[in-house]
């Protein structure tokens, strides 16, 4: 009895006398209000009419772009470049199993018919590839023929989506990687037809880790199970960028936007010795703000010597969201949030870019590489 006293007397004291609070917390619910006080110039609009050449809107073909429209207007934002110009489609492939299809030409010259009706040069629409078959007799000279057709109808560029050198297999059974010799007649097409190609290749290349403690993109893989690359299934991220680059690289009349910064954000120094190494490629900040605003007096350089070669882009459209963009490129604001924790759990900075370089951002640089887009929407 004595030794039960012994031991558990104490404990009982000390939980009476300090009671433990609950402390448990997941990683994605804390999130507390900074108590930083420093100046803020929070934007709800660009400083320059601009251009945001990786958009998608999926279903211009009938929508009344009415309310697009006005958000477009309050944002500043004179043009918006639709990627996916050809939709999608959910075909059933067995009982129970589908898969997404492009649709045809047709639904392309209806968007670009809705567009023009409702508002002309508000809108520029780029054409998209279907892979399906690929690998067949015929398939080539086939998907040419459409691509010169759509350019006709007013498409001004070619999207090309992610599953090329990621997941698209010939008939064959066998992956497509981006510099498939199979492909450069597409590309020196779109170079004859004087369209550019903006093309994402990869993801980033944190989905190839493992999901662990030392894993940035942790909260993502967590949130999206479906984003992670299992190195057993996959090409390493290293070979599918690679792949990438050679295409650049053999096709050099053909201009290619690499989308999302190549996903070199984090490595703006390697982007850059890329860009030295391959003229005809442009870049575009599409859903990888989060990171240059952790870095802004490298980003700020970075943007100076490159400010010819990058272009401005959101990917998704929510109005709201454009606000960091404006804030993160116009202003020096130092510590404030970004829109979406599992991209950056990390404070922004604003970068405060130079006028000039802002212009060329925002649309000098699109006007040189993109045909169609209403110059006097401009101020010079």
């Known amino acids: 009895m004595k030794i039960l006293l012994y031991v558990f007397l104490p404990l009982l004291i000390t939980s009476f006398l300090c009671p433990q609070s609950d402390t448990t917390m997941y990683f994605e619910d804390y999130d507390p209000p900074s108590s930083l006080v420093v100046p803020q110039h929070p934007l709800r609009s660009a400083k320059y009419p601009f251009i945001d050449v990786h958009n998608h809107q999926w279903n211009m073909s009938k929508e009344n772009l009415a309310d697009v429209i006005n958000d477009m207007d309050k944002l500043n934002m004179a043009v918006m470049v639709n990627l996916s110009g050809r939709g999608f489609t959910k075909v059933e492939t067995e009982p129970g199993k589908f898969k997404y299809r492009m649709k045809d030409s047709q639904f392309l010259k209806e968007s670009i018919r809705n567009v023009s009706e409702q508002n002309p040069g508000k809108f520029i629409i780029f054409t998209n590839i279907d892979f399906y078959g690929f690998g067949e007799e015929g398939w080539i000279e086939r998907t040419l023929k459409e691509l010169e057709d759509d350019v006709k109808s007013g498409a001004n560029g070619l999207k090309i989506y992610k599953n090329l050198g990621l997941t698209l297999k010939d008939n064959n059974g066998n992956r497509v990687p981006t510099d498939d010799s199979r492909l450069d007649s597409i ?62 690289r053999k096709n050099k009349n053909t201009i290619f936007i690499n989308a999302h ?90 970068l405060g870019l130079p006028d000039e370089v802002l212009k060329k951002l925002y649309y000098k640089n699109a006007l040189k590489i993109i045909p169609g887009i209403d110059k006097t929407l401009f101020p010079d």
């Not at 993502?220 to 599918?240: A, F, G, S, T, V």
């Open 187 to 248: 590309w020196q097409k779109c170079a004859e037809l004087g369209i550019p190609v903006l093309i994402h290749t990869g993801e980033p290349f944190q989905f190839w880790q493992p999901k662990d403690k030392n894993n940035e993109r942790w909260l993502e893989l967590k949130q999206k199970p479906n984003r992670y690359r299992d190195p057993k299934e996959y090409p390493p991220w290293e070979q599918i960028m690679e792949e990438q680059h050679n295409a650049f």
């Open 261 to 350: 910064l190549g996903w070199l954000g984090n490595d703006l120094a390697r982007l850059g010795k890329l860009m030295d190494e391959i003229p005809n490629m442009y870049t575009e900040i599409g859903a990888v703000l989060a990171e240059l605003g952790r870095q802004p007096r490298f980003a700020r350089e970075w943007f100076i010597k490159y400010q010819d070669r990058i272009m401005f882009g959101k990917d998704s459209w929510n109005p709201e969201e454009y606000y960091v963009y404006f804030r993160v490129l116009e202003t020096e604001d130092e510590y404030f949030d970004y829109y979406r924790k599992r991209h950056a759990f990390w404070k922004m900075y604003g």
